[in-house]
């Protein structure tokens, strides 16, 4: 019968399949204990995260006092973004053999007769953006449509000169 599935027609199939979950499962563990670690600033901020791209530790250097918190902020976010990429490129490099291990093993639309290729047919998946989100993405577009904040049961004061005297007075 032309097509028909079974452990005559792939004698090596099981084998394989089991040489493939035991490489899946020896590079989950090995994936775990991978850290990415980036400097930036000459070395003035150092971020360091784990398989999961989480931050796990962050280091200031020398001279740090020298930045401006503007700057500072970016230079961690720099640090943060580059540390992920050196996990995700180890990541990668790590999981190179077991893509290479799969791409062995019979496709489906090989072991079944008619069966399309559903390889092929898988979406690309979408990179997340590493630019920081519009007000509107955090708060919604009701946010958005604001331009102040107003709130609701509160009392209004009338201003006073910062000259006057009043509880922030030295003589209290």
Request: charged content about 30%; proline content about 6%.
């Amino acid at each position: 019968m032309a097509g028909a599935f079974g452990p005559e027609s792939h004698p090596d199939l099981m084998e394989d399949i089991q040489s493939t979950l035991a490489t899946i499962s020896r590079l989950q563990r090995e994936r775990i204990q991978l850290v990415g670690k980036a400097s930036v600033r000459r070395g003035r901020i150092t971020a360091v995260v784990n398989a999961d791209g989480v931050l796990v530790d962050l280091k200031f250097g020398r001279d740090i006092e020298d930045l401006e918190y503007a700057d500072l902020a970016r230079a961690v976010l720099e640090a943060v973004q580059e540390a992920t990429a050196d996990v995700g490129r180890k990541s990668r490099e790590l999981m190179a053999p077991l893509e290479e291990q799969r791409s062995r093993l019979p496709k489906l639309s090989d072991l079944v007769p008619g069966m399309p290729d559903l390889r092929s047919q898988l979406p690309t998946p979408e990179r997340a953006p590493v630019t920081k989100p519009a007000i509107q993405e955090i708060f919604g577009d009701e946010a958005g449509a604001k331009s102040e904040m107003t709130y609701d049961n509160v009392e209004v004061v009338d201003q006073r000169d910062a000259r006057e005297p009043g509880v922030t007075d030295s003589g209290w």
